[in-house]
């Protein structure tokens, strides 16, 4: 045999040994970010809450979106928002779990059902208030006052501090809190157990300002939005990171939105 052909072969079988070793190391590389999907699925309330979160003409907007999508950009993801009943989106997200993620969340909403659940909770995105608002002229009437109370469907009351008896008064129920509003400037109901922000935020958009406030001699509750997942805790902890690194960022977004008080 020649030994120029016999060192050509040698070079190629090399080569190809070499292109060998350096795939087996790229798929090394690739093979767990391919773990977590690029597509998130984020479930979401179908109401409108500003400026948390609204559904509008078939968008969804408000600090949520900017906040998430900042996240999603910075890591690679796209996420596709599922705006869904809130009874409806509990069960999509705890029991058939089709949702990768669910926002907002915390343990602390029904931990009956969350029981026995692997959820992982991400770090505050925003605080919250919720409480009973009532017209000015009823305020520091005390809860002998509240014979009905005006609630979100799929909302519970049972976390206010002091909590109240389910009992001890009557629930109605609405769809959307601008309807619920609406229920408490008629006078159809004594006292509307919402969110303090979102209910200054809409009446202030139906022109009627101030004309429901915050008793704050009654029961109310005060705590955290979260992202969460049963599915990907890898994605939380990433979430957790942005949170941490780009806090400009995200105090930027509350002041967008008027979550900065």
């Not at 690739?30 to 977590?36: D, F, I, K, N, T």
């Not at 799929?154 to 601008?178: H, M, V, Y």
Request: aromatic share 8%; hydrophobic share 40%.
């Amino acid at each position: 045999r020649s030994p120029i052909r016999n060192a050509a072969s040698w070079r190629l079988r090399s080569l190809a040994a070499t292109l060998l070793v350096l795939c087996a190391l790229a798929l090394c590389r690739v093979g767990p970010a391919l773990a977590e999907p690029v597509e998130l699925t984020v479930g979401v309330e179908r109401i409108d809450y500003p400026p948390y979160g609204s559904f509008r003409h078939g968008d969804y907007e408000g600090y949520a979106r900017d906040l998430l999508d900042s996240f999603a950009i910075e890591n690679g993801y796209t996420i596709v928002y599922v705006p869904l009943p809130v009874k409806r989106l509990y069960q999509d997200f705890l029991e058939t779990r089709v949702l990768d993620l669910k926002f907002p969340d915390s343990p602390d909403w029904h931990p009956g059902r969350r029981k026995g659940l692997d959820i992982t909770y991400s770090a505050p995105a925003c605080s919250f208030t919720d409480g009973i608002l009532v017209k000015p002229e009823k305020l520091g009437k005390g809860m002998g006052a509240i014979k009905t109370l005006g609630i979100l469907a799929g909302f519970k009351p049972w976390l206010l501090d002091p909590p109240i008896a389910p009992k001890s008064i009557k629930i109605s129920e609405n769809a959307s809190i601008s309807g619920l509003l609406g229920k408490g400037l008629r006078g159809r109901v004594d006292g509307v157990y919402a969110n303090v922000e979102a209910a200054r935020h809409l009446l202030s958009a139906m022109d009627r300002p101030d004309q429901l406030v915050l008793d704050p001699d009654l029961p109310h509750t005060t705590g955290f939005y979260r992202l969460s997942t049963i599915k990907h805790p890898r994605i939380m902890r990433e979430f957790d990171r942005f949170l941490k690194t780009r806090s400009a960022l995200v105090d930027s977004l509350k002041q967008k939105h008027g979550l900065d008080r």
